[in-house]
């Protein structure tokens, strides 16, 4: 899910990173530390780099959006984008000076590999399948699963935001992922 004005975390995380701009607030930058840094050293290891190399890195990164918080412009860009485009460029960097060598454009600016248009096709043709096995829940599945995995709410926040008992929010979750795989996978050979 892309970060947009229309999403409150975006909202949420532009707003800390101005509150550690304008008065160093470390419980603002705490905040985004514990929610970034996890997900920075995610994507290195993704693109290959060994976990303590990029738990390093990660904290280099958010180092930087401590020093350079005052250059941040929401009109600019996302929070998220501010930083992970801040994460590439210090990648670059140390791919530079390291002088090894750099990966791809494509990979670097995109995160995807060139895909044939076939490729492309299956991919938007299982896309409208998940929409169309989504559209089959009913309301109260589909806001624990958008909670869930849109916007990677933790599930005892899923209870709080929609005052429910954290194991009837684990339920919910269970019971329609359970439906979407009954919808989604094709009958197994021999279950007639």
Do not use: C
Not at 6 to 20: C, N, Q, S
Not at 22 to 37: G, H, K, N, Q, S
Not at 67 to 79: C, H
Not at 148 to 171: D, M, Y
């Amino acid at each position: 899910m892309t970060q947009g004005m229309d999403d409150p975390d975006a909202l949420t995380h532009g707003r800390l990173i101005e509150a550690v701009a304008l008065e160093r607030d470390r419980d603002a930058f705490a905040r985004l530390f514990v929610y970034f840094a996890p997900r920075l050293k995610a994507w290195l290891i993704r693109s290959g780099a060994a976990p303590g190399a990029a738990e390093d890195f990660a904290q280099d990164t958010m180092l930087t959006v401590w020093r350079k918080a005052d250059l941040f412009d929401a009109q600019k860009a996302g929070a998220a984008t501010w930083i992970f485009t801040i994460a590439r460029n210090r990648r670059l960097d140390l791919l530079r000076r390291d002088n090894r060598d750099l990966p791809t454009p494509e990979i670097v600016l995109t995160g995807e590999d060139i895909r044939r248009p076939d490729d492309i096709l299956s991919t938007a043709q299982d896309a409208q399948r998940v929409r169309d096995a989504l559209a089959q829940l009913d309301a109260p599945q589909m806001e624990v699963l958008r909670l869930a995995f849109f916007l990677e709410s933790p599930h005892s926040e899923i209870a709080r935001t929609l005052g429910l008992p954290l194991g009837t929010v684990k339920s919910r979750i269970r019971n329609a992922m359970i439906k979407l795989r009954s919808i989604l996978e094709p009958p197994q050979e021999g279950s007639r």
